[in-house]
């Protein structure tokens, strides 16, 4: 069974190599959309091309950050591409299978013997702290351990589903949401590792110095993280989080309703 991960990028050196290992080593695809990246993140990407990573195309940056042109374009794409199921993903996630003795792809094609279409992600937000600040660097993974469980709503990360004869919506609901006639969620919530921002600094240059497109502004799109500023960014005490020890032991029980960086 043939499973592709489509992901979009701007300015992600920081978090692409560690993204792409990931999404191959599991058995997955990748289809790159980068939107006019200015760092390394395209030249590290273009290393894993013939290494499972299908293609890598430039979606044009119009000054600000515009999501939903590019979520139609992940649309148009799992219409076109030739897989079996397909994958929104950004390049801080780290998807993960139900069990460490698994991969991805496996797990996939065993929701589909069972005759579901669609995956919902359960997300574990994981943030730096003011005991352990600065994770800014190629070994995050490791040493930023403290974590959130994070639901908003149910379901929040519906967003890997098998391909269909008509093309899904993924763009009405900002990515998070597949839509189409006749879909059948697993019923188990796969984990997923978002790592929000790395340090006070990376926040900043991730969410404070983007611009956002006024008209998804004006759809409620992106307001929490358009009113952020360096200022008002204070880190949790690891006293209020919880402590990362396997994939195995993430606790999804009273999940947050909103980010604290962004409340």
């Keep these: 069974m043939r499973i592709v991960a489509i992901l979009a990028t701007f300015n992600e050196e920081r978090f692409i190599r560690g993204c792409l ?11 790159l959309i980068d ?3 200015q760092d390394r993140t395209v030249a590290i990407a273009e290393r894993y091309l013939q290494r ?4 890598i195309e430039t979606f044009p940056r119009a000054g600000t950050f515009e999501s939903r042109p590019m979520l139609a374009r992940k ?22 299978p139900r069990r460490a003795d698994r991969t991805l792809a496996q797990e996939f094609a065993e929701a589909d013997e069972r005759g579901f279409n669609a995956i919902n992600f359960q997300e574990y937000t994981f943030v730096p702290t003011r005991e352990s600040p600065d994770h800014d660097h190629p070994d995050y993974e490791r040493t930023m351990r403290s974590y959130y ?7 929040h990360r519906l967003n890997a589903w098998k391909k269909q004869a008509r093309r899904v919506d993924l763009a009405s609901s900002g990515g998070h949401r597949v839509q189409f006639a006749g879909l059948r969620m697993h019923p188990d919530s796969f984990p997923m590792r978002h790592y929000l921002y790395l340090s006070v600094a990376h926040a900043i240059r991730k969410h404070v110095d983007k611009s956002f497109s006024p008209a998804e502004l004006a759809l409620g799109w992106h307001r929490a993280r358009a009113a952020l500023r360096a200022e008002k960014i204070v880190l949790q005490s690891e006293r209020e989080l919880r402590r990362y020890t396997g994939d195995h032991a993430l606790d999804p029980a009273n999940p947050l309703k909103k980010h604290p960086l962004l409340a």
């Design 149 to 155: 469980p994070f639901l908003p709503s149910f379901p």
């Design 21 to 31: 290992e990931h999404l191959l080593r599991h058995g997955l695809e990748v289809y």
């Design 75 to 96: 649309e148009q794409l799992a219409d076109e591409l030739d897989a079996d199921w397909f994958m929104h993903v950004d390049p801080d996630e780290i998807r993960l």
């Design 35 to 37: 939107n006019d990246s």
């Design 52 to 55: 499972g990573l299908l293609g």
